[in-house]
């Protein structure tokens, strides 16, 4: 487990996506693995089936975080460049690689074609991470890790690799507050500003009758996060919290 | 309405998106509005609440494309820096708007603070987009439009601006086949070469039991696409075909 926050990126990869032909839920599901790792997610980027866009992406997110996952774009037809715009990111060729090609053959046996033999084909230098419950490995190039956009395919592969970024828990405080956010902005800024290792958001809502502003406070560092806590309510004052979470 | 296909990007802004407290859902918003507007949805980009992040992230995508469109960080806390950002991806100073401000002293009254002001603070030379529907205008600066990230708030902001960016309408066919991607892909390989102005995509679905398939063809120009569409029924032969839209 490490001990300091490890960050990653996320590249949804499909013109699908970004033309509303489907609405991308491993985005979503990845978000949700990565804070429930300690994971600090920096960036996601939606881009379509462009080779030189895949791959300016991938080249300038793995030089920015620790761990990129990119979705989509892994198959046998035309609109599956993943694998080779991944490896120009990092100059790499690509070969067959010859276990892949053999369980391709073994699996569509009379069927085979060219097309699904693309499957076989990965950068040079790329680790395949085989696991018991999944028949095509995963792969990582560098601190890349390709995951494919068939969301039950991305979620059984990004299963055999989730323990690798697993570290420390991020903590999470709420304070619900029935005011509005320009009354207590004055108090997070300071707050802020003070300490600077506790993420403080606010989020104000629209006609919600419960509260009008949600403060969260995140760190790693649950004591300071209490500290902040206590801090926020006395300053925002008793009679505008509804709730402290 | 432009005949050309205008090109357009997304900027989410907000760590609450990245840390998976807040679902976003501007982004299935505008990408919906843009597809039924005619525009080409080139690429989405979710960031932190971090001042240059934001004005790396629209400086780069604001050269790539004909508008781009920031959802997030506007309002009077800490963490609400979209507006300083956009100024500093064009290089402007941020001006106070006497207009606004007038308008926040009204509406504010005796609870008026320093925080509500900042929401009167533009870059230099930002458009401001009035509209009988809205309190508080859409500001534009050069091609950036910049949303909040209340969804209510950002459906009726983008509502005031929508009929700029109308052009000619994409048009869609699909053919869900009942056979496996590998068995396709040459066909769609070929078709796609020989029309690169239709986009075409293929969809493979695990346990579907109507199709295995779904095949998507996706122009301007409807005529090409009605082409592309009996040239692909042809070539991947009736007995695959499930049905075509």
Not at 5 to 15: E, F, L, M, Q, S
Not at 18 to 27: A, P
Not at 57 to 78: E, I, M, Q, Y
């Amino acid at each position: 487990m490490s001990a300091r926050t490890p960050t990653a990126a996320i590249v949804i990869i499909g013109n699908e996506i970004l033309s509303g032909k489907t609405q991308d839920t491993n985005g979503p599901y990845l978000i949700g693995e990565l804070k429930a790792l300690g994971v600090d997610l920096r960036e996601i980027a939606v881009v379509p089936d462009i080779h030189e866009t895949i791959a300016e992406t991938v080249t300038r997110l793995a030089a920015k975080v620790d761990f990129v996952f990119t979705s989509g774009g892994v198959g046998p037809t035309h609109d599956d460049i993943t694998i080779e715009a991944v490896a120009r990111a990092f100059g790499r060729r690509i070969v067959r690689e010859p276990s892949l090609e053999k369980a391709l053959r073994w699996f569509y046996q009379d069927h085979l074609t060219d097309a699904h033999l693309r499957m076989a084909d990965v950068p040079e230098g790329a680790e395949l991470v085989y696991d018991d419950g999944i028949k095509i490995p995963t792969l990582r190039l560098e601190n890349v890790y390709v995951l494919p956009g068939i969301p039950e395919l991305c979620r059984m592969k990004f299963a055999t690799v989730r323990e690798r970024f697993r570290a420390l828990p991020f903590h999470l405080r709420q304070i619900f507050v029935d005011a509005d956010e320009g009354l207590i902005a004055d108090a997070m800024t300071r707050a802020q500003a003070a300490h600077p290792s506790v993420a403080i958001g606010s989020y104000p809502r629209l006609s919600n009758a419960e509260y009008r502003v949600k403060v969260t406070l995140e760190s790693k560092d649950k004591g300071e996060v209490d500290v902040v806590c206590d801090e926020l309510v006395r300053a925002f004052g008793a009679e505008k919290i509804v709730r402290v979470e």
